[in-house]
């Protein structure tokens, strides 16, 4: 059986990495992390932050929530904590709802 390598799953993200996968200034997330008390980065002794990815899915939740779905921050921040589902699940559906139209976009291109 050949070898075949294991795909390098990161742990920690900086907050230009998170920034630049949502496509969002540095500035918006540091604000995010005081409107929203579940997001809290570990942050090293020289106070940079390192994002996990628990901390991305959520992040991806509130720009869903707020500039995709046009929530205000109250509203998303009451959707989260009201809501029966839990974050990973919605950040989940999220994302295979994003891949899934990501794929049908392709294919419309490539039609003849």
């Not at 799953?9 to 907050?15: A, D, E, L, M, S």
């Not at 998170?18 to 200034?25: C, I, P, Q």
């Amino acid at each position: 059986m050949p070898y075949k390598e294991k795909p390098i799953v990161k742990k920690y993200f900086t907050i230009g990495e998170v920034a630049k996968e949502l496509g969002v200034a540095t500035s918006l997330i540091r604000f995010w992390e005081t409107q929203f008390d579940f997001i809290r980065p570990k942050k090293n002794a020289k106070g940079n932050r390192k994002y996990t990815q628990d901390d991305l899915k959520k992040l991806k939740l509130v720009y869903h929530l707020v500039k995709e779905r046009g929530f205000t921050l109250q509203g998303a921040y009451d959707h989260i904590k009201h809501s029966k589902d839990s974050i990973d699940d919605k950040a989940e559906m999220i994302a295979s709802l994003q891949r899934i139209k990501g794929f049908l976009v392709d294919m419309k291109n490539n039609l003849p």
